[in-house]
């Protein structure tokens, strides 16, 4: 008896913790994606909409270098929908079997690659147009402009979708489930381990050197914030030239922070991803369990970046403002036009209600008028 007491004692926290899994995957499953795909889709589409409207491109090319990291930006934030896409699928997959099809499963697990890839390499452009921006300053206007960033940023897209373009011939459904082919596993797991190089390992090398360069050099031009105005130089010059210093220095913030967010959050993930690859573990429960809820941290990269420009950009915020508004007077000016429309379509039709009235009531009197007349004739006739 007593021993069985201290076994049921000792199930208590084994139950408890089981059900608090259980929990915890149900919320991962069942609420969070879901969450995640909203919140990161409504942010990624303005973000779309900020950076791709003319007027935007148009005081880019007005302002110079500073802005010119905007193609990054707008382009980021289509392939991060595109992850999100993906991501929505994955959470439909718990009610209707949507990713477990043949073509469906090769594109998303594709598109995941892809994506992934331009998140990262992105984020190391930009990352290395602010460290050329803060480094030679008098020469950024002469290299980087929107034009250029824009054909850096297709090219990345291009590169990557035919980095990734043998995946479709290694992925298939495997007993009802989109996995890798058995003949082709052992080719998987190798390219797996080169893309976790290439996609975690040597960006993070890269962009943390990158921003531990800029934060020295922004310490420095603080410390000598006007070394490069000399004497000779006009106040006109003066002033344009420390306003151009500072939206620069604004952008400059702005994209360490959005850097310095990716590395914390892909941390976690890349690490743990990238030794399980390398020790071969496929089969430990632990390493899988650890590496999967870092997998669904590792998944707000592709929808914070709007959240970021919200509190750190000040000119992000001012062009959202600007749209919420021109978009306000625009419904305005249309509910109102279609109100005096039909104001007018009214109108017209009680006139026209009006007019057929009056000449049925004019015609009626003119057909009554004989008789009157006969009447009047005949009682007042001479005798």
Partial sequence: MISTTDSSLNDIPISTARYSINILDFFFKHIYLLLLVIIGCIGNLLVIIIFGQRAVRT??????????????????AISDTMYLLVLFCLWLSNYINVLHRPVICQLTLYLTYVCNFINA???????????FAVINPFRVSHFLSWYRSRCLALSIIIF???????????????????????????INRYMDIIDSFIVFLIPFIVIITMNTIILISLHRMKQNRH?????????????????????????????????????????????????????????ENKTSQLERYSLLVYHISFAMNFYIYMVFGGKFRRELKRFFTKSKQNFYHYFHKQAVFENEIELELTDKNSTMIDEYTFNKNLNNEPSVIRNYFCCHSPM
Wanted: with cysteine; aromatic share 16%.
């Fill in 160 to 186: 990557a979708s035919l980095l990734y373009s043998y995946l479709p011939f290694l992925i298939g459904i495997v007993e009802g489930k989109c996995f890798s082919r058995p003949q082709h596993r052992w």
């Fill in 227 to 283: 070394e490069f105005l000399f004497e000779n130089h006009s106040q006109i010059n003066r002033m344009r030239e420390l306003t151009r210093r500072s939206a620069s220095r604004k952008m400059t913030k702005l994209l360490l922070t959005v850097s310095t967010s990716y590395l914390i959050i892909c941390a976690p993930y890349a690490c743990i991803h990238t030794w399980r690859l390398l020790n071969n573990r496929q089969d």
């Fill in 121 to 131: 390499y992105y984020t190391v452009a930009f990352t290395a147009q602010r460290l």
């Fill in 59 to 76: 005081t880019v090319r007005c302002v110079g270098s500073s802005m010119s990291v905007y193609p990054f930006l707008f382009y980021m």
